[in-house]
């Protein structure tokens, strides 16, 4: 999303990673809708829905959205943002920020397994481990992160569904969301230290669905610091993720539109690397109320017993307390956020920066 947001300013851009671009689906891959089309990336969209049903063991509620969800391909909304940049690419793992080897007083080294690379801008959107900020990583299970797993069964389905049962994890919830051919069945867990295999295969016995095609990672539920070391961190590596939900991918999206802009600003020379490290970190840190107060519901619901938590969820069914719920939560990251940002204006300065 960087990368495109700097497509046509005249900077010099190298991704790096240690797959091919898309080559690794890390997700279910469900976004609001409006984010796909804001991005024009619907080509990429398998399935949409406009109901999502919560199973519990005390009852099952269906809640009509406000808006619609997609899951969507990854490989393909890969190769579509891709399309929109024009940076350049090459597999490396990244091991860390170099020391003693910047070549020029703005440089920033980067070391690879196949040597360091270095440029004025820097963007660590490497996952959860936050490679760049240095030996003071998260360490899992004793960190901030829930843990997620799923399985891919060949198979269609008609609804977007999620289990809240302590038979599939004391914290956190099941999920089934159907993507055309293939259904995404998975568990997440707030609780690291809950191992989620064996109730993914059994959420999957349970749907008659086969256990094939697994995906897991650690997902991260805290916000944390968007800039260090010179480094601007993004997605997961800044904690984007929304705890609650673990959803990721709209908001590495989002703070990814964000991010770009700032540095098309440098790049266009109307600003500094440091101006732009102020203006992108201010931006990160005035989301931290929201990710807290999602982190609070995230707490709260897995301590509510189960026999009242049905009858809470068919209460919350109710038409405009899943509309005022769902808008907020929508306006966490709105859509509206890459239509102002998406597609940036092509033109291209005299020197070309590497980023
Ligand atoms: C089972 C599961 C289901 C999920 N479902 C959803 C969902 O439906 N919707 C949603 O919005 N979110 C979902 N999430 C969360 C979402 O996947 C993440 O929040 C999102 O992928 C974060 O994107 P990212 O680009 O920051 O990090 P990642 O997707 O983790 O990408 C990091 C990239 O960096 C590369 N990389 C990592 N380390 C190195 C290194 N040392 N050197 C070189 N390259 C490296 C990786 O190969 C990868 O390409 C799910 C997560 C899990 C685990």
């Given at each position: 999303m960087v990368a495109r947001q700097l497509a046509g300013s005249g900077a010099d851009v190298l991704i790096v990673d240690r797959y091919e671009i898309g080559e690794r689906q890390t997700s279910a891959c469900g976004i609001p809708t409006r984010w796909l089309e804001e991005l024009d990336l619907m080509g990429s969209e398998r399935q949409r829905?406009?109901?999502?049903?919560?199973?519990?063991?005390?009852?099952?509620?269906?809640?009509?959205?406000?808006?619609?969800?997609?899951?969507?391909?990854?490989?393909e909304l890969c190769a579509l943002l891709w399309e929109g940049s024009d940076a350049r690419f090459e597999t490396a793992k990244v091991e860390g920020l170099a020391t003693g080897a910047q070549n020029g007083s703005d440089e920033i080294a980067v070391e690879t397994d196949r040597g360091i690379v270095s440029a004025p801008l820097v963007i660590d959107a490497l996952g959860w481990r936050r490679v760049l900020a240095g030996p003071a990583g998260y360490q899992?299970?004793?960190?901030?992160?829930?843990?997620?797993?799923?399985?891919?069964?060949?198979?269609?389905?008609?609804?977007?569904?999620?289990?809240?049962?302590?038979?599939?994890?004391?914290?956190?919830?099941?999920?089934?969301?159907?993507?055309?051919?293939?259904?995404?069945?998975?568990?997440?867990?707030?609780?690291?230290?809950?191992?989620?295999?064996e109730t993914t295969e059994l959420l999957a016995e349970d749907l008659d669905r086969d256990v094939v095609r697994y995906q897991g990672n650690w997902i991260p539920h805290k916000l944390r610091q968007a800039t260090g070391r010179g480094v601007f961190f993004v997605g997961d590596s800044a904690g984007h993720c929304l705890p609650l939900t673990a959803e990721g991918i709209r908001t590495a999206l989002y703070f990814g539109v964000a991010l770009g802009r700032e540095l098309r600003g440098v790049v266009e020379e109307r600003q500094t690397r440091e101006e732009a490290a102020t203006k992108y970190a201010a931006f990160n840190d005035s989301h931290e109320a929201k990710f807290k107060w999602m982190l609070r519901v995230q707490k709260i619901v897995p301590r509510i017993p189960p026999r009242l938590l049905g009858p809470l969820i068919k209460l919350a069914g109710v038409k405009p307390f899943v509309h005022w719920s769902f808008n907020h939560y929508l306006q966490i990251a709105p859509p509206e956020f890459a239509a102002q940002g998406g597609t940036p204006a092509k033109n291209t300065p005299k020197t070309p920066t590497p980023v």
């Open positions: 829905f406009d109901n999502l049903v919560v199973h519990t063991p005390h009852g099952d509620s269906r809640f009509p959205l406000p808006w619609t969800f997609s899951t969507f391909d990854y490989r899992p299970p004793d960190a901030p992160l829930s843990r997620g797993l799923e399985v891919h069964p060949p198979g269609a389905s008609e609804d977007l569904e999620i289990w809240i049962d302590r038979r599939y994890v004391p914290a956190g919830y099941g999920w089934s969301f159907p993507a055309g051919e293939e259904t995404r069945i998975g568990v997440g867990s707030f609780d690291p230290k809950f191992h989620v295999r």
